[in-house]
T-cell receptor, first 113, second 116 residues
Framework: DQQVKQNSPSLSVQEGRISILNCDYTNSMFDYFLWYKKYPAEGPTFLIS?????DKNEDGRFTVFLNKSAKHLSLHIVPSQPGDSAVYFCAASRGTGGFKTIFGAGTRLFVKA | DTGVSQNPRHKITKRGQNVTFRCDPISEHNRLYWYRQTLGQGPEFLTY????????KSRLLSDRFSAERPKGSFSTLEIQRTEQGDSAMYLCATRDAPSATNEKLFFGSGTQLSVL
């Protein structure tokens, strides 16, 4: 039962262009969504998040959009840089507290110089 | 704040052996999680502690797996009678007391387990 889905295993983008990573979820009880970035041989690191009461959150080059009716969120990176090349995980959690965070399978982003 | 520390970074073992991993959390974080990640997949939840209490354990987790967090500080994850299917990256993550704006997890670098 995959509650968080990232259907694109990989994405290749030219430096300076926009990268758009997509994520779908099935559990309507999720109320907090996060994106993590992972480099090889390291643990995931937090990138940006959004509460379900919002539809957009922006932090520098990174913007996350949430469409609750479609149960869909996306991460936009603009402009993309070669250092952004990594695996990006979409994640979701339910309620404040200790509830576990559920992760998608990840999308590997390649930013070509 | 030195972050979440995991030891060892790599572990190679023979099938049937027992292995133990350690996680040292960020000192003020009272919530600690263990995840497992295999190639091409995202982190999969294994178990969760609030202080020393183990509050949730994945239904998918075999009873060969056990975790402890004595005194609510470091945690250990033990796998008994390892199988080749246990080969994965084992990740520890911690987080501070929850709030509406504090859902993010801090991950360690993981322990890569290879069962031969």
């Amino acid at each position: 039962d995959q509650q968080v889905k990232q259907n694109s295993p990989s994405l290749s983008v030219q430096e300076g262009r926009i990268s758009i990573l997509n994520c779908d979820y099935t559990n309507s009880m999720f109320d907090y969504f996060l994106w993590y970035k992972k480099y090889p041989a390291e643990g995931p690191t937090f990138l940006i998040s959004i509460s379900s009461i919002k539809d957009k959150n922006e932090d520098g080059r990174f913007t996350v959009f949430l469409n609750k009716s479609a149960k869909h969120l996306s991460l936009h990176i603009v402009p993309s840089q070669p250092g952004d090349s990594a695996v990006y995980f979409c994640a979701a959690s339910r309620g404040t507290g200790g509830f576990k965070t559920i992760f998608g399978a990840g999308t590997r982003l390649f930013v070509k110089a | 704040d030195t972050g979440v520390s995991q030891n060892p970074r790599h572990k190679i073992t023979k099938r049937g052996q027992n292995v133990t991993f350690r996680c040292d959390p960020i000192s003020e974080h009272n919530r600690l999680y263990w995840y497992r990640q295999t190639l091409g997949q995202g982190p999969e939840f294994l178990t969760y502690f609030q202080n020393e209490a183990q509050l949730e354990k994945s239904r998918l987790l075999s009873d060969r797996f056990s975790a402890e967090r004595p005194k609510g500080s470091f945690s250990t994850l033990e796998i008994q009678r390892t199988e080749q299917g246990d080969s994965a990256m084992y990740l520890c993550a911690t987080r501070d007391a929850p709030s509406a704006t504090n859902e993010k997890l801090f991950f360690g670098s993981g322990t890569q387990l290879s069962v031969l």
